[in-house]
Nanobody, 126 residues
Framework: QVQLVASGGGLVQAGTSLTLSCAAS???????????MAWFRQTIGAEREFVAG???????YYLTSMAGRVTISRDNARNTVSLQMNSLKPEDTAAYYC?????????????????WGQGTQVTVSS
């Protein structure tokens, strides 16, 4: 059974940093390392939005509005992916979800991902 467990969310003040982590279990090391891993976020009443992704070879992709403030990384030895977010703004408040996909053709399309974590809430106060 594949599980993605996201952690690291919390209540922070604007301008500060936060690092989210996602641990994958139930995936072989080879499957994890060959998967594209991504983070999405969602606010109440809105669609889930792509934030960042990292391919098997380490190539990274970012939501344009967050480029320069976020860094995605992966540790294939530990089956984990992280999202470091800097200079947080109140509009970054959302539930953040990690996702894994083995055949992703459109990194921003939810349907391309095979597995999802449960989400971790990030709340940024002004």
């Amino acid at each position: 059974q594949v599980q993605l467990v996201a952690s690291g969310g919390g209540l922070v003040q604007a301008g500060t940093s936060l690092t989210l982590s996602c641990a994958a279990s139930g995936l072989s090391g080879r499957t994890f390392s060959s998967s594209l891993m991504a983070w999405f976020r969602q606010t109440i009443g809105a669609e889930r939005e792509f934030v960042a992704g990292i391919g098997s070879g380490g190539r990274t992709y970012y939501l344009t509005s967050m480029a320069g403030r976020v860094t995605i990384s992966r540790d294939n030895a530990r089956n984990t992916v992280s999202l470091q977010m800097n200079s947080l703004k109140p509009e970054d408040t959302a539930a953040y979800y990690c996702a894994a996909g083995s055949r992703v053709s459109d990194i921003s399309r939810e349907a391309d991902y095979d597995y999802w974590g449960q989400g971790t809430q990030v709340t940024v106060s002004s």
